[in-house]
């Protein structure tokens, strides 16, 4: 198969033919993600997806059944019953910008006219340069396939929580590092299945993740509701992955 294009250049320009041959022979980066290939003002509702549940800054937890065989209490699709957990590091920025990109494309963002777009960047500009220097903040979903009257039961118990009772149970730290304390319990006043744990980013003048840390660990009890069972959770985000732009994001 002939190429006019690269024919011609090698005939009138020598040099610039071996540049475009050399340049054409450099592969591309394999096994990058979607964030290290593009700005977020470019991902993709599925890179939004990925970003807010399957990535460095974001992880699941996941209680089984201690007891599947209680015929009232099947799962309502027929499944092992469980209740899972789902935690975003709301102070990442890549979190953030996720989220704010979310937003835009169900907006149509890219189709506006620029008065239109400035509107909607006026409202979500303050939640993506929110400063997160003094505190890390976890954001954390819940969700169950079991019967209504237990997820009534998981919705009570959170919302009853509050900073006082939690802060000798849920703790934030590097895989080196001493445990820190929760320092704020936020729960929404509504029946909304979610809640949030922040944390101090510094102790005594140090950064949580040490600088030998691989990673972060967020420690947290999750109650026993109907058969399924509870324990603490152990969520670990590993710090090799979570940098972004040349920056440790948590």
Known sequence: MKFPFFATLKNHCPALFLLAFILSAIPVAEGADFWEKKEYTEWSKKDCGKMLENSPWAEKYEVTSI????????ASDGAPPFIRYRIQLRSALPIREAIVRQTQIDNKYDDLTPEQQQAIDKQTDPFLNTSYEDFVVAYITYETNTPRNVVSQLVRHWQTQNTDRLKFSVFLGGSKGEKVPLSEYVVPQSA???FQ???PRKVNGAEVLGPDDKELILEFPVPPTGRVG???AYIQFKTKDMMYNDKLEY
């Open 67 to 74: 007891d599947i065989n209680r015929a009232d209490f099947e």
């Open 192 to 194: 909304d299945q979610y």
């Open 197 to 199: 744990f922040v944390f």
């Open 230 to 232: 509870g324990g603490t």
